[in-house]
């Protein structure tokens, strides 16, 4: 075995040699690839309308709040509800915003009319059946409006359906104009 060992010592030694006399001799082809940093600036276009002094279609850079929006259109008018805006959400490009008005209320000789011309429901009031013909409430929820009603007392405001388990903004907006607490 001793005399085998200087041999094999010596075919290591041989392809040691020989791989870094490849790996010097081989160099590598074609061009190398370089990546360019392509940062071009760009805009987004949006739309502005409602309680704003300028409305129409705005464009800015990409990092663009409602807020920011408001004020490329000139600013919010005097009866422009804020606290409706969402002023703080972030604006995409083809966004477009719509800034609320406060809501002034009038009283008049005929609401009544009206309401019941429009099928109107007076949740006060209303029965079961009356309850399960507005969109998204079925037996279950009007069951659960009746509760409310009789453990807490007549609603005071729409927004107390908030309260019922099951019915949130999105439900309340589907029938909101079928509604009333009058």
Do not use: C
Not at 89 to 96: E, F, H, Q, S, T
Request: charge should be negative; charged fraction near 20%.
């Amino acid at each position: 075995m001793n005399k085998w060992y200087p041999i094999f010592i010596g075919i290591m030694i041989g392809f040691l040699f020989s791989g870094i006399i490849l790996l010097i001799a081989t160099r590598p082809k074609g061009k190398p690839i370089t990546i360019q940093n392509n940062t071009t600036p760009f805009s987004i276009f949006f739309e502005v309308y409602g309680a704003v002094k300028k409305p129409g279609v705005y464009s800015s850079g990409p990092s663009v709040r409602v807020q920011d929006a408001v004020d490329i259109a000139g600013g919010f008018t005097e009866n422009a509800d804020l606290m409706m805006s969402h002023l703080s959400a972030i604006v995409n490009d083809g966004d477009r915003i719509l800034i609320p008005t406060k809501m002034i209320y009038e009283t008049t000789i005929t609401p009544q009319i009206i309401k019941n011309s429009l099928n109107i429901i007076h949740l006060n009031s209303a029965t079961i059946q009356d309850l399960m013909t507005l969109p998204g409430i079925g037996e279950t929820k009007a069951k659960e409006i009746l509760r409310f009603r009789e453990t807490n007392g007549s609603f005071s405001e729409i927004a107390d359906l908030l309260n019922i388990p099951g019915i949130g903004e999105k439900t309340i907006e589907q029938f909101l104009d079928r509604i009333t607490v009058d």
